[in-house]
């Protein structure tokens, strides 16, 4: 149901901003010039020795000076585009370059300065001036608002900031963000609180604004779908997309010793960049059928507006000053690619997902659903009048809204203020009754004042009710938004005049610029053409100048492959070297993995892991019963006959030891526990065999002395000495007849024996008796 084009390139756009404070003071050289006339921009590199005899020279679509006007660039650039998308076509806005160029300054500029707004307020103003304009159409106007940092999505208009948000594909509709946000708008004052809203929390939790801004992509969307009645009598509806893109900043990010967030930071960057680069080089190239949409966020949000369903316009933002050549350069020629990118636009006519059409269905459904209750009204109405046993089972049915009901409602000038009013007078009078009636019982007058009660109760319950599908569909109504009625308001008339000369001097600056770009082409052409010569000298001269020219034209081709190739050089440099931080990391990993992860559990995660293409992301896949019932439901073979898996030594150490441990199975231990003994038989004190020998030594010893202390006794006697003291003292010892060890002593008397039986030498006396 879409009406295809013939395709159509991208529009590049060029714009040097003006010399800022700090260039001037510092007195920066000037080294971008602008020709509006010709849409040129020149570029001379002072680094270079014969770059005063050869800039470079880029052509674009148009190009814009420092002293362009914010209006001029939507008038001449950006208008036809967004009239485009209130046709129903896709449209894309880009700004592109180096941070502090003027990408903000084109897309936003300054919002409360009218003459210095940017792209994106100028097209509300613009959209919704078309929508009061239009006739016999209804238009649905909704924004979103996301950013793009780290490759993660953020949406600037939800309550919660941390969320992220993933990008989903479907056949249908392509590549969308899950759960974005979109705001209905109905004015361009509303559409510009939620741009509002969305820079507050972009920048809510950047550290530094510029910096933060310089490193993410923000997205503004505006979606405008419009429903007219076709030729057919059949409403159709159009759906044209505005992406308005503000990228981070095109410069290389440095990258030294970066590590950590800042490394992974700066990667992703570059990331989303190059990878828009990669595609715009494989859509120019031709060759390549493979575009790299998927290798990042941006570009595969982007898809449709590069080499799709979309009419895109991207603007190079370029500073004029020497230091920032290198950049201007890069972003000069990354812009002359973009040029040949080739779109194929279409009107998007009744795609399935339309939210107006649905707004239609939902207020056609609401109105109905009041009808219907309005009919129950009218019905109910000249029951009620019959008499008071009426009432019984009709109030109880108006509380319930989803009953069937009858088709015979007719159509009468529905008052329903009157209604309710008359309602409640009527139950109000009703209670008064009952509570002036003396001749009730209390008890009866209690119940049928709480059944009054109860009624007005529901009767409030259904006004209620009423009144809340009403105001829905009014809300929803005041949301669809229908012109005319500006259209004989006299100086909104003259502002369209005026609107309309502005559109057709931009045409007009556009066709003259086209004409001296095939001027100058022209000449070059002519230049060959020239072959009749009066003279000799004559065409010698002209074949020098021209020999002049091609080759001042040649050199400037072979400083341009130089250039090209020292910046590819330096990008190849760029990226080793972030392959090699890269590396680096990923050795970590590993060795972290191969160290402290055991082998089957590596294993066993590698096995489950698969790469999720919808989420550019590896995930881990659940461990189900109902996925993999096989897997789980069999018993593993080490397990057979037991209960759970068992290692070989444990089957082993079970029959083998008596241990608990392997016995796994039963835990019990059935034998008992007999108590410990606390108490020890009494046992001799064992003597070593030496100790005894020489303690028994020791003790023959002592009889031997004995037997000498009877000759000492005797001589003593002999002597009439020391008294029986001395001698008892050594002459005990032999009395006590034990020894230590416990043995009988039998040795002492053998000294004895030969005199004792004799004759006694002395008065026998008690205790120096030889045994
Ligand atoms: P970027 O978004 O590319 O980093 P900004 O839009 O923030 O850059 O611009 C940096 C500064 O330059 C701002 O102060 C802005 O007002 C100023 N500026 C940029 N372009 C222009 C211009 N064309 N005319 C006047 N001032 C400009
Ligand atoms: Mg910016």
Known sequence: ???????????????????????????????????????????????????????????????????????????????????????????????????????????????????????????????????????????????????????????????????????????????????????????????????????????????????????????????????????????????????????????????????????????????????????????????????????????????????????????????????????????????????????????????????????????????????????????????????????EGDLEDGGTEDEEEEEEEEEEGGDQEDYWRQQQEKLEGERKAIMEDHSLVAEEKLRLLKEKERKMEDLKKEKEVGEMLSAKVKAMESKLLVGGKNIVDHTNEQQRILEQKRHEIAEQKRREREMQQQVENRDEETLELKETYSSLQQEVDIKTKKLKKLFAKLQAVKAEIQDVQEAHIKERQDLEQSQNELTRELKLKHLIIENFIPMEEKNKIVSRAFFDEEDDHWKVKAITRLEDNHQMMCRPVSAVGYRRPLSQYARVAMVMRSEVRYKAENLLKLEMDLPERTTRDYEEPAIAPNVAAALEAALRDEDEIQVDASGFHSSLGLMGGVGPTGAGGSLRKPKSGRSKTGKKSSTPTSPFSPSSPASPLYPQSRGLVPK
């Open 1 to 391: 149901m879409s009406k295809s084009k013939s395709p159509e390139s991208v529009k590049v756009v060029v714009r040097c901003r003006p010399m800022n404070e700090k260039e001037r003071a510092t007195k920066f050289e000037r080294v971008v010039t602008v020709d509006v006339k010709l849409g040129q921009i020149i570029v001379r590199n002072p680094r270079l020795a014969s770059a005063h005899e050869h800039p470079k020279v880029f052509t674009f679509d148009s190009v814009y000076d420092s002293n362009s006007k914010q209006i001029d660039l939507y008038d001449e650039t950006f208008r036809q585009l967004v009239d485009s998308v209130l046709l129903g076509f896709n449209g894309t806005i880009f700004a592109y370059g180096q941070t502090g160029t003027g990408k903000t300054y084109t897309m936003e500029g300054v919002r409360n300065d009218p003459e210095r707004r940017g792209v994106i307020p100028n097209s509300f103003e613009h959209i919704f001036t078309h929508i009061s304009r239009s006739q016999n159409q209804q238009y649905l106007v909704r924004a979103s608002y996301l950013e793009i940092y780290q490759e993660e999505i953020r949406d600037l208009i939800s309550k919660d900031q941390s969320h992220r948000l993933e990008l989903k594909e479907r056949p249908d509709t392509g590549v969308y963000v899950k759960d974005l946000s979109s705001f209905v708008t109905k004015s361009a004052a509303e559409i510009e609180r939620v741009m509002i809203l969305g820079n507050q929390n972009r920048s809510v939790g950047a550290t530094n604004m510029n910096e933060h801004s310089s490193r993410s992509h923000a997205i503004f969307v505006i979606t405008v779908e419009c429903s007219e009645l076709g030729v057919d009598g059949e409403n159709h509806i159009r759906v044209g997309k505005l992406n308005l893109v503000d990228l981070a900043g095109s410069e290389r990010q440095t990258k030294t010793g970066a590590q950590g967030e800042r490394l992974k930071e700066a990667t992703k960057i570059n990331l989303s960049l190059s990878a828009l680069g990669n595609v715009i080089s494989a859509l120019v190239d031709g060759r390549s059928s493979h575009i790299p949409y998927r290798d990042s966020k941006l570009t595969r949000l982007l898809q449709d507006s590069l080499g799709g369903n979309a009419r895109t316009v991207m603007v190079a933002n370029i500073g004029p000053a020497c230091y920032n050549v290198e950049e201007t350069l890069t972003t000069l020629r990354y812009s002359n690619r973009a040029k040949n990118i080739r779109n194929k636009p279409r009107i998007n006519e009744d795609p399935k997902d339309a939210l107006l059409r649905e707004f239609q269905e939902q207020i056609a459904r609401l109105k109905e659903q009041l009808e219907r209750r309005s009919g129950k009204r009218k019905k109910r109405r000249p029951r009620r009048r019959v008499g008071e046993g009426g009432h």
